[in-house]
């Protein structure tokens, strides 16, 4: 068995002092962040050549890090090895009296096979065994694998995961001149892989975003908040709408939602002065409203006026057989009765460094919404580009309304974005808030920025 270093997971009790070991003095870059909900914990990746280190942040005082930390202090926390045959790896530790977590290899994320070896047996270290393959159980395996490990005895573990698998539920802030970016998440969502990439064929998107059992695929909801000479939120997730069956088809989950990272942000919704929205399905608009104490449902952010495309205004409300499952009219009514509207029919600024620019394609009025100050670009794209996966010009949303309007828009986007180096913020990936577009051994990619 010949075994290769993938990670080191590091556990923390200060992040901000470990960064600054890390980070600053010995020159590692953060590469990306995310929060597993269900394990209480945020991983902090730092590449080290063909490895890396998590750096893992409790965050509940009765997670199993926190429970780690407490029993045991800062530290090593568990390391994967990556091995030919995993399967074959188990056997022959079995054969040497080694005690195993996992008797048999099973799924993990980007399609590996990956088993636990109890620290017992590895002097006081718990060791992840990982082997690459095809098809993989994504966000939710990770979860479902760190809690069984903790059930067995052992601290909660988080592994790093691809861009298609996992993401960051706490807000993540940018400066952009005179402006600051703030990327919030409004929880999770699910919806058909096959609607979500379109023509291109399973055996290719499940490689980059892997589905459960219903074929679903797990994507965040990522408004962002633009704080300038006004308070701007751009998009607001799904809000509370649905009822038990809705929630049960999409699979919603806002264990952490809007409410909890505006908090985090030190923002409240009295703070916001305009809602823009890039369009008004209801996993970008549902949460312009909420129900009040009286079970009416009322604009959300109660100083806001709301931005809207007057033409998506109109889909909204006049559906028809193709789009009418992705509007929920009755929860955008209010903002009309509220007298909180404000259409727009054309290109423009809407509040100084921020102009919304149509795209169509996904709906025949989506815009995506361009920052600049000081001769920085950034861009909320919107849902021509929902996610890393789609970067790519023919990984087109089966939902799109008008997909050949999306190529289009999505190709002059691309070439701009990279031209500009713009910052660009992606509504639904679950792993990259935001990232700028560049070649990398002559591909094409979305390389992570982590915010502060």
């Not at 649905?242 to 990272?261: E, M, P, Q, S, W």
């Not at 929920?328 to 009309?336: C, G, K, T």
């Not at 919304?356 to 950034?378: D, F, L, Y």
């Amino acid at each position: 068995m010949k075994a290769v270093l993938d990670h080191v997971g590091i556990a923390v009790r200060d992040l901000q002092s470990a960064l600054a070991f890390y980070r600053d003095a010995l020159g590692l870059e953060v590469e990306a962040s995310e929060e597993v909900v269900s394990q209480r914990v945020r991983a902090h990746f730092l590449p080290v050549g063909e490895s890396s280190l998590e750096l893992l942040e409790a965050t509940a005082p009765d997670s199993p890090i926190a429970q780690y930390l407490e029993k045991r202090g800062p530290g090593l926390h568990h390391i994967t090895l990556r091995v030919d045959d995993v399967a074959a790896a188990l056997s022959q530790l079995k054969a040497r009296g080694a005690k195993l977590i996992d008797e048999h290899p099973r799924r993990g994320a980007e399609g590996a096979w990956i088993a636990f070896v109890h620290p017992s047996s590895a002097h006081g270290v718990l060791v992840e065994l990982k082997q690459a393959g095809a098809g993989g159980a994504g966000r939710a395996g990770e979860a479902d694998r760190a809690g069984r490990a903790g059930e067995a005895g052992v601290a909660g573990v988080v592994q790093r995961f691809s861009p298609a698998h996992a993401g960051p539920v706490v807000h993540s802030r940018y400066t952009l001149g005179d402006l600051e970016l703030i990327s919030l998440h409004d929880g999770f969502f699910h919806l058909d892989g096959g609607a979500m990439f379109g023509i291109v064929p399973k055996p290719l998107w499940e490689h980059k975003a892997a589905c459960d059992a219903r074929n679903r695929i797990a994507l965040a909801m990522r408004p962002l908040v633009v704080r300038g000479v006004r308070t701007m939120m751009i998009d607001a997730g799904i809000g509370d709408q649905g009822d038990a069956k809705f929630r049960d088809i999409y699979g919603v989950d806002r264990a952490r939602n809007l409410d909890h990272t505006l908090a985090d942000a030190g923002l409240t919704p009295d703070a916001i002065d305009i809602v823009l929205a890039t369009h008004l399905h209801f996993d970008h608009a549902g949460g312009f409203t909420r129900l009040d104490a009286d079970g009416r449902l009322r604009p959300r952010f109660p100083r806001a006026r709301y931005v809207v495309r007057r033409g998506e205004w109109e889909d909204a409300l006049h559906t028809h057989e193709r789009n009418r499952a992705s509007y929920l009219s009755d929860a955008l009514l209010p903002l009309a009765d509220a007298g909180v509207l404000e259409m727009v029919d054309d290109d423009q600024t809407i509040m100084p460094g921020v102009r919304v620019r149509r795209t169509g394609g996904h709906t025949m009025h989506h815009q995506s919404v361009w920052i600049e100050s000081q001769g920085q670009h950034a861009v909320y794209v919107g849902d021509i580009m929902p996610t890393t996966a789609h970067l790519g010009a023919p990984w087109i949303m089966g939902i799109d309304l008008y997909p050949v309007d999306t190529l289009t828009a999505k190709k002059a986007f691309v070439k701009e974005a990279e031209e500009r180096q713009a910052l660009v913020f992606l509504p639904h990936d679950p792993m990259l808030a935001a990232g700028r577009i560049g070649e990398h051994n002559g591909r094409r990619q979305i390389v992570a920025q982590a915010g502060g």
